[in-house]
């Protein structure tokens, strides 16, 4: 990165009233000088206190553009680390882009996407993985996204890696330091303390991994599936799930004939419904393709809703129920049995099906009437206390990037080799070499290890003004 260039770029998207023009690098006080008229002409921005605002105008020539707030920021205490000012102006198009034209006449560039946050990253600012954090608070649609972001961006999740990675390399250290004294003898890294860090740090590094599908879920939404016989109300449920018409209504079997997904937020948690086809023997191709769609979408939800008909036979119910099991038994996956049209039956029929419906331990039943919005509340609060994303503590630490649950996944592998290799006895250089491997992939979380490679991949994602 060229630090010698300073850089510009709208730092507000969408419509409002106001938008804001971050500017920064080394020359950001002297082009924007070049385009701003104080209304206290004796106010010259470079001499200006930092951390202060100021009213003035931003003129091309004699034409003023726009009447503008300036926010000073001074290096190193700013977003960035550099020389730093947002230019606050009215939100008008083009407004905005006739700023950013006088900014680049004199003497500013385009910023890329994510330069600001990867400017902050390499002034030591914040590490790599309260970068990324950045880019997932701006994109965080829940109050539980919203918290994992924030905790990353606070440095709670590499504060712990960072402990953990020093503690392993002062031992790294000493088994390097008997290497070159291996003619002598000596052992400097006592084994058994070695062993109890090693331990310490895989159990850290196993939770973390196993919080990986949690986060998952919450950054991108609960997967939860609908299935269950055509015209038992899978798309009427949805749409009222949802709170509008996503999903086509019929009393034709074999309406949905693909997967139909969207998101709602219930109570600060995002669930990702999927209306799938109707499971049923059918000859038609295009169905049949559905239903093969409504069988991987099992394999790739949390929670499974089984729709039941109340008009339907007990054993047709439970036929529906076994096959099901089979799909989600022993993956950890919850099974919600939604006996469905119960506005459509009398109070007798829905006791002796309660008495007849055999339920597994771990499993759910529910009555209910999406066409009237019947007890739906209660579901709801099914699947709220399914998600167990209700259960989250403040002290919780969640992994939600897949970039970190890989480096996780072979820190993992290489201490469970360190941890063998001190059982059998292997030679110092090959355990040396298996924690040297340790510690490469804890530093990568946090961007102590890092290639130009790794941090296109990771700011190109970002936002241009962020």
């Not at 690098?25 to 470079?46: A, M, Q």
């Not at 034409?63 to 190193?76: N, Q």
């Not at 239903?291 to 499974?304: A, D, L, P």
């Not at 022993?330 to 506005?343: A, E, I, M, Q, S």
Request: glycine content about 6%; some cysteine; overall charge negative.
């Amino acid at each position: 990165m060229d630090f010698d260039t300073t850089i510009c770029a709208p730092a507000t998207a969408g419509s409002g009233a106001i938008a804001v023009i971050r500017v920064s690098g080394k020359d950001t006080y002297r082009i924007c000088e070049k385009i701003y008229k104080p209304h206290d002409h004796s106010k010259v921005l470079s001499v200006q206190e930092p951390y202060t605002i100021h009213h003035g105008e931003i003129t091309d020539g004699e034409d003023v553009v726009d009447d503008v707030l300036l926010s000073l920021f001074k290096a190193p205490r700013s977003y960035t680390g550099e020389d730093s000012i947002e230019i606050s102006c009215h939100a008008s198009s083009w407004i905005q882009k006739k700023i950013i034209e006088l900014l680049i006449h004199h003497g500013a560039v385009m910023a890329r996407p994510g330069e600001f946050t990867q400017r902050a990253y390499l002034n030591g600012k914040m590490d790599l993985s309260q970068a990324e954090a950045v880019a997932d608070l701006v994109a965080s649609e829940s109050a539980a996204a919203h918290r994992i972001a924030m905790d990353q961006m606070r440095g709670g999740f590499s504060a712990e890696l960072k402990k953990l990675r020093q503690a392993l390399l002062d031992f790294a250290s000493l088994i390097e330091l008997e290497l070159d004294f291996s003619e002598e003898d000596v052992e400097f890294a006592d084994r058994s303390e070695l062993k109890k860090l090693v331990k310490r740090i895989d159990d850290v590094v196993k939770k973390l991994i196993s919080s990986f599908s949690m986060g998952n879920a919450i950054k991108n939404g609960v997967p939860v599936a609908i299935i269950g016989k055509p015209n038992v109300g899978k798309s009427t449920l949805l749409n009222r799930l949802l709170n509008e018409d996503r999903a086509i209504v019929s009393e034709i079997a074999g309406t949905t004939r693909d997967v139909i997904e969207d998101t709602v937020i219930i109570e600060g948690i995002t669930f990702r419904f999927i209306d799938t086809a109707g499971i049923r023997e059918t000859a038609d191709v295009i169905e049949t393709l559905g239903i093969r769609k409504t069988y991987q979408k099992i394999g790739q939800s949390n929670i499974v809703l089984l729709m039941a008909d109340a008009r339907d036979d007990i054993s047709v119910t439970m036929a529906a129920l076994n096959e099901i099991r089979k799909q989600t038994n022993d993956n950890g996956k919850h099974l919600v049995l939604v006996v469905n049209k119960t506005d459509l039956v009398d109070a007798e029929t829905i006791v002796k099906l309660k008495n007849s419906l055999e339920v597994n331990e771990g499993e759910q039943v529910i009555f209910l009437s999406a066409e009237k919005n019947d007890h739906l509340d209660e579901l709801q609060a099914m699947l709220i206390e399914a998600s167990s994303l209700s259960h989250l503590k403040d002290s919780d630490i969640i992994v939600s990037n897949a970039r970190h649950y890989e480096a996780l996944i072979h820190a993992g592998e290489n201490l469970q080799r360190v941890y063998e290799g001190l059982d059998v006895g292997i030679p110092e250089d090959l355990i040396a070499q298996d924690i040297r491997q340790v510690i490469h992939y804890m530093g990568e979380i946090t961007g102590e290890v890092t290639t130009d490679e790794i941090l296109g991949n990771i700011f190109r994602n970002f936002c241009i003004g962020k």
